[in-house]
């Protein structure tokens, strides 16, 4: 049985429809559930009428797909009429609805994804998903290259799930048919590709999915401009914390602005990533003063995440979330009521002051620093 605020709601409404694809997966598997998404064989505009008269708010979110959302209880749950493909180009998919619970369920990728249960907690399991769960196993539905040739993102979400789910070997026929079809990644948007890297990285076992990509000749594919799996190895064995941006520091190699290009990064993740690839000269035996000149330039977050790149140092990272950083007191009004114009002066005065300030470790107070400044204009 699947708890989920407001689902029962939902089913008092929809009852013939199941809870499919990743919440059945994580319900048997013990993990929290994020989302709860359902198939109904009811049509989108049956699915909306019912809601409507059930005074469950309802959005068309994709008409064409057969999906509408409904909002119940603060959650959102995406309910999709019963589909079979008429047409695929690795891309993109056409498709009719139906009534076949397995028909729907033969066009899902995983075998672990292709299960659903109802409202009674009756699961129904047309390809053994239950049973690959269990033994660590992602397995396509059918196939493994029509399943792939039907939309080449499967390949990226193939070492997704293997890196979340697999135990021990990966499975053979899904290994042969990305070797087979690994180019059909080429054809896939940069977006798309990026956000599966990105969930990749974060997963239990990202190495082992990043070793096999590497052997099946995808990560070449996707990652042409290099990468650094040793690397981003050694973090992991250093225990860093699980962040998708560090863990992608430790990967990415090359110049930052060309990878950003080349993957459509936001500017956001390109500023991230290139701060914290910025080689740091901190060192485990730096002074109270080193820690305060680096935090006055930077932030701790951000020193933490490089001293992670560079080395296995708890006591540093311990004292530099512990050491306030320090704010430059002096600001050009200060200046101005000294008599100084406003004009680039202003500036190079303030500069000067704040290398003294920095020199004598961030310690100098307001005054001290006013006292610099009458020094350096006298100068």
Request: glycine share 6%; aromatic share 6%; proline share 5%.
């Amino acid at each position: 049985m699947i708890e989920f605020p407001g689902l029962n709601i939902l089913w008092a409404a929809l009852p013939e429809a199941r809870v499919v694809g990743g919440a059945v997966r994580d319900s048997l598997a013990g993990k929290p559930l994020a989302d709860v998404d359902l198939a109904s064989p009811l049509n989108p505009d049956e699915a909306m009428a019912r809601l409507t008269a059930a005074r469950i708010k309802s959005i068309p979110t994709g008409l064409a797909h057969g999906t509408v959302t409904a909002l119940v209880e603060g959650q959102h749950f995406e309910i999709t009429t019963l589909r079979r493909d008429v047409e695929t180009d690795g891309r993109h998919a056409v498709v009719a609805f139906t009534d076949n619970w397995q028909e729907d369920a033969s066009r899902r990728d995983f075998t672990i994804n292709a299960m659903s249960m109802d409202r009674a907690g009756t699961l129904y399991d047309y390809f053994g998903g239950e049973a690959d769960l269990h033994a660590g196993v992602v397995r396509f539905v059918g196939d493994a290259k029509t399943r792939i040739a039907e939309d080449y993102l499967r390949i990226l979400r193939f070492f997704r799930f293997f890196a979340r789910y697999t135990i021990g070997a990966p499975d053979a026929a899904a290994v042969a048919a990305i070797e087979d079809l690994r180019d059909g990644v080429l054809l896939l948007s940069t977006e798309r590709v990026w956000s599966e890297i990105k969930r990749i990285l974060v997963a239990q076992s990202p190495i082992a999915a990043l070793h096999l990509m590497q052997t099946t000749g995808v990560l070449e594919r996707v990652l042409p401009q290099g990468y650094d799996v040793p690397r981003l190895t050694t973090l992991i064995t250093r225990r860093a914390p699980v962040d998708v941006y560090l863990r992608a520091a430790a990967l990415l190699t090359g110049d930052i602005k060309s990878i950003a290009a080349r993957l459509k990064l936001s500017n956001d993740e390109a500023e991230i990533l290139q701060s914290w690839l910025t080689p740091t000269a901190l060192q485990p035996t730096a002074s109270d003063a080193d820690l305060r000149r680096a935090l006055a330039d930077s932030d701790a977050p951000t020193l933490i995440a490089r001293s992670w790149m560079n080395g296995n140092w708890p006591d540093l990272r311990a004292r530099l979330a512990a050491t306030p950083r320090p704010v430059f007191p002096l600001q050009g009004r200060d200046l101005t009521e000294l008599g100084i114009p406003q004009g680039p002066r202003i500036g190079k005065i303030l500069a000067a002051v704040r290398r003294w300030w920095l020199d004598g470790g961030c310690v100098a107070s307001h005054e001290d620093c006013r006292a610099q400044a009458l020094l350096t204009i006298v100068k």
